[in-house]
């Protein structure tokens, strides 16, 4: 069987992962189960996979779900904290690791897996948002294997398996528009996060839903794009595709379009990178294309989703202001999600943001975690 650490395991991946795992039983080990303070979540996922280890990244937290778990299994080895995160992504014992944690706070757990040299199943983006080049060299160096989960990249991958990379002209990152898509600007300003995670197609985590709500999640796509197959800004563009059946497509020197289709479920990204490079059942039910029937594209409107607008921009400014991008954003994201910001105004506060705080080269991690801890000061000063 193959070990596999699963960083957040509580979360709509983590809990897609432990579905597509349960029906190969045998095939894999759940070694480690992780998540920040979710202690009933996690309690119930180790009473029903007895993994080795459980980490909360709340010391309180870990604390509780060690007492619970104290009479029924008290072979779990409970961890707590970032160093607990970093030591289930490096075990010698694992040798895939589900990288699933939201937002910034999985950079450093998910670059621990890398540099052990492990198969990283890749979900989240932030670890390429800030830390591109730093981290795209430690899956080299350490000869590491990474495989994209988002349902975009992972259909681009699909798409330039066994392909000519040179003749690639550009790739098309596929995304619904979100629930506002058809919306005025007058609408926007009232937008309440209620509205803003209500997804018409995906089901997500609130700070992802209102990622996709402000484009800004398919901003970070593109820049995961950037770093995850090797092309320059301008040949990555964003198509607007409502029913979420094309995940995303790659067009080539030839004029082929090569294109991904399947229902919108994260099990079938997490079911091939799970099986690669072969392939297994996922769950997913059977994409018919005669309900279907009708397939709609629009070009994106950078004007109606000014996060999209920022993301490449600081693309193309390089260094850390992706890493400063990604702060300012999560900050507001959450400042939003509390009834502290108006909806139109998360892209406000990331626009000040970077107009603030400079982008510098990103060659350690100490200076991106500086930018990072920096751009997020500013931000929630922003915020009063």
């Known amino acids: 069987m193959s070990g596999i650490t699963i960083l957040g ?16 039983p045998g095939r894999y080990e759940v070694v480690a189960l992780t998540a920040h303070t979710s202690v009933d979540k996690l309690y119930e996922q180790c009473l029903e996979w007895h993994p080795r280890y459980a980490v909360l990244r709340d010391e309180s937290a870990a604390e509780q779900l060690q007492n619970r778990l104290a009479s029924s ?35 450093l757990s998910t670059l621990a897996a890398a540099q052990a040299g492990k198969k990283v199943l890749l979900a989240n983006k932030e670890a390429l948002v800030m830390s591109g080049q730093l981290f795209m060299d430690a899956i080299s160096r350490n000869q590491a294997t990474l495989l994209p989960i988002d349902s975009e990249h992972n259909a681009i991958f699909q798409c330039l398996f066994n392909q000519d990379k040179n003749a690639v002209e550009r790739i098309l990152l596929t995304a619904s528009g979100g629930p506002f898509r058809t919306w005025s600007p007058e609408q926007l300003a009232d937008v309440t996060p209620a509205q803003a995670c209500a997804h018409p197609n995906w089901e997500m985590g609130r700070k992802i839903s209102v990622d996709s709500a402000t484009m800004m999640n398919k901003g970070l796509e ?12 301008e040949q990555i563009e964003v198509l607007i595709h409502p029913q979420s059946v094309i995940h995303s497509l790659v067009e080539y020197a030839d004029g082929s379009l090569l294109a991904q289709l399947g229902n919108p479920d994260m099990r079938t990204p997490i079911a091939y990178g799970l ?27 950078f004007s109606r ?26 900050v507001a994201v959450d400042a939003f999600l509390n009834q502290k910001l108006a909806f139109t105004q998360i892209a406000a506060i990331i626009e000040q943001t970077l107009g603030h705080i400079s982008g510098r080269p990103a060659q350690t991690l100490e200076v991106i975690l500086e930018d990072d801890q920096q751009a997020r000061e500013f931000a929630t000063a922003k915020l009063t």
């Open 9 to 24: 395991s509580t979360g709509s991946i983590g809990v897609n992962t432990l579905d597509v795992i349960r029906q190969h």
């Open 275 to 301: 099986a690669w490079p072969q392939r297994m059942a996922s769950g997913v039910a059977r994409l018919d294309l005669t309900r279907v029937a009708k397939l709609n594209f629009e070009a994106a409107d």
């Open 222 to 233: 593109v820049i995961e794009a950037h770093w995850l197959f090797n092309l320059p800004t």
């Open 305 to 330: 989703f000014p996060c999209l607008q920022l993301a490449y921009e600081a693309l193309i400014a390089g260094g850390t202001t992706t890493t400063i991008l990604n702060a300012a954003n999560e």
């Open 73 to 107: 299994l008290p072979d779990i080895e409970v961890l707590a904290g970032e160093a607990g995160l970093e030591k289930v992504a490096a075990l010698p014992e694992v040798s895939i690791v589900m990288a699933a944690i939201v937002g910034a706070a999985g950079l």
